[in-house]
């Protein structure tokens, strides 16, 4: 596993879990909002976190630990993640997986193989806007569409969740977001911030008002729909 990044304790990425958070380096997306450019573009410039080095951490925190959350970059990019997960799931770990959805047969095995605690997959935008909010000229959307069947059909805990950014998202957007995702578990729209490791330039946080009015359009299609930041 090509681990760039760690942050030992966090109350925030899994939900009601004290865990660990895992950032693996590389992406196929190029979200121009994405907060984290350098392990995206440069994850071969990233200092690398030896696995020994992981495991030692969460040898010492059982008990104090409950779950690790494996975000990135994009977790699915890494052909050794299912033996690497099953080492946390011989300890005791619950796990949380962070996902842009575009590979749904890694996601499905990894199910199958009992390795995943929670996921939760980050919907860019609409399936018409997709590229645009995604950073790439084309997608083969249907991946996107089948991952999404996947968590819905999965009976894990799982999310969606959107970064709105003012520029990329409309009021359109999201009821086409809704009218996609009609029924699912959980929803959550997030806020955007500007940080100096953002991906692409002008990007924009929603003022409160407009948010709201987000959630209101998704809770037409979604019972359960959050603001987050």
Not at 54 to 80: M, W, Y
Request: one cysteine or more; proline letters at 5%.
């Amino acid at each position: 596993m090509k681990i760039v990044g760690l942050n030992k304790t966090t109350l925030l990425d899994y939900p009601e879990h004290v865990a660990a958070v895992l950032f693996t380096g590389g992406c196929n997306f190029r979200c121009p909002f994405c907060h984290n450019a350098p392990l995206v573009l440069y994850p071969e410039r990233q200092a690398p976190v030896p696995e020994e080095a992981v495991f030692d951490l969460l040898r010492k925190r059982r008990g104090i630990l409950e779950g690790v959350c494996v975000t990135g970059g994009e977790p699915t990019l890494q052909e050794d993640l299912g033996s690497f997960l099953e080492k946390i799931k011989e300890l005791g770990y619950l796990v949380k997986l962070d996902t842009n959805g575009y590979q749904p047969e890694v996601l499905r095995g990894l199910m199958e193989r009992r390795l995943l605690d929670y996921v939760a997959m980050d919907v860019k935008s609409s399936l018409r806007h997709y590229e645009r909010a995604a950073g790439v000229r084309s997608l083969e959307k249907p991946r996107l569409e089948e991952s999404a069947e996947i968590l819905r059909g999965c009976g894990l805990p799982y999310e969606f969740r959107t970064t709105a950014v003012k520029g990329i998202h409309s009021a359109a957007d999201f009821e086409e977001i809704g009218a996609w995702l009609r029924g699912s578990r959980a929803y959550f729209l997030q806020t955007y911030r500007e940080n100096e490791n953002v991906i692409g330039e002008g990007g924009a946080a929603f003022p409160r008002e407009e948010l709201e009015n987000f959630a209101a359009i998704m809770r037409r299609h979604i019972q359960n729909v959050r603001i987050r930041g």
